[in-house]
């Protein structure tokens, strides 16, 4: 009779199981099958009446669906891909003590068995071919990359490009791999997101995606740090450069700090993970460098209609997304580019394009946002309008004073208020001008 050993090193700590699950929960708030019964109790007892006749009253237990809280991709619906599928047999091996149930996955197994890795291979067999030369990004060589000027001719047609050789002079390439990030910076928390700004350290997120917690995820937790430079991974931000072609006035770097919305990150996370389908705010551009592993993208022309590539509110993870809807969404809309990336290439997100990744295998990335007037100024003035209306009128006022050739033919601004149209002038303020 074969025996089954359970080492206590494939499996997170009681503290570092909760951190991770901590972030899962913020990270996909969508997904939760429970409410927090003591998130009202410090709520006055004056409230008490109003609380018992409200429609979103959740006091009856019966709105508490049962622990345990697991990861979103194991909901119904967000786990029918079964990239990582496991036999009730197998799974039914795992049982470590009572604490487990909330914050353990039930079908996490001592050792996943290489079959249970069989439809992500067959899925990482697919994505790690070149994509067919008809709709793939256009590679321009280290050459030529080097001697584009500011607004190049890819962020003025707004298409995606693959540029090579940028990296080169980079220490980052060597001071941002993996294994110098762990050594070096294991006992800083990252963050995973800056909609909720949780974290955790990368020592922990290394043990996550390196044993079972992780390995069994369809779709495990990534890094996405952009607040790198109130420590001492700041020196990080000086092992690379940003190249000219990139290097145009970005039309938000004149607003303080504290105002300018976040613009710059690490990435990392292991195979499966990735970045779901978005659009970059504000209008802006965005250009990401590998600096190990690779990435597939799969990136859609500005304009396209969400429904034809899944694109709800919510985000599906991007491995869910590739397994169940890659297909149908790429054949269903023309222009369409691919990209297969490898250490040391950048790729370019033109603005207003739909996009995804799917790290292929564990990959760390660098990236930046910024904003030009290329394609469209009255885009991105809209943009940031409609998307950070609190900071739209500082910005138009800084960038009267840094680029008023942007400004003078916007200086009457159509606003609306109380439904009525309003014209201000964003220079002078207090204006106030009805037509």
Known sequence: METTIVRKDVFLTSDERYDIWEVKRLERPQLLTWVD??????????DDDNNSNSD?????????????????????GWRASQLVPLSDSLSSILNVGPGCPM??????LPIVPSSCLTSWRQLYEKFIQEPSSSNTAIRISSQEARQLTHYPWFERQNIPVVLEGLTDDWPAMKTCRWTNLVEKYGDYVWRCSDTHGAGITLKTYQKYISTLEGQ??????????????????????????????????????????????????????PARS???????????????????????????????DRTKIMMPDIQIPSAIWFDRWYDSAVNAIPGTIEVLQYPGETVYVPAGWPHLVLNLECTVAITHNYATEYPSMDRIIQAVQE??????????????????????????????????PVTIDPLLEGSDTRI
Not at 37 to 46: A, F, H, M, R, V
Request: proline content about 8%; aromatic content about 8%; glycine content about 6%.
């Open 103 to 108: 914050l353990r996955r039930e079908s996490q």
């Open 216 to 269: 069994t995820d369809d779709a495990p937790l990534a890094i996405y740090d952009s607040q790198l430079s109130g420590d001492d991974r700041m020196t990080l931000l000086e092992d690379y450069t940003i190249a000219t072609c990139f290097a145009s006035p970005d039309l938000f770097e004149n607003l303080e700090e504290e105002e300018r919305p976040p613009y710059r990150w690490i990435l990392m996370g």
């Open 56 to 76: 979103n009253d959740t006091s009856d237990d019966e709105s508490l669906p049962p622990l345990p809280l697991i990861d979103g991709c194991d909901l119904p």
């Open 37 to 46: 019964p003591n998130e009202d109790q410090d709520k006055d007892n004056d």
């Open 387 to 420: 998307e950070e209306p609190d900071l739209y009128m500082k910005w138009i006022q800084q960038l009267n004073t840094s680029r008023p050739d942007l400004i003078d033919q916007r200086v009457m601004t159509q606003h609306w208020s109380d439904g009525r």
């Open 274 to 304: 990735g970045t779901g389908l978005h659009i970059d705010p504000m209008g802006t551009h965005a250009w990401v460098t590998v600096v190990e592993g690779l990435k597939r993208w799969v990136l859609f022309p500005h304009g396209t």
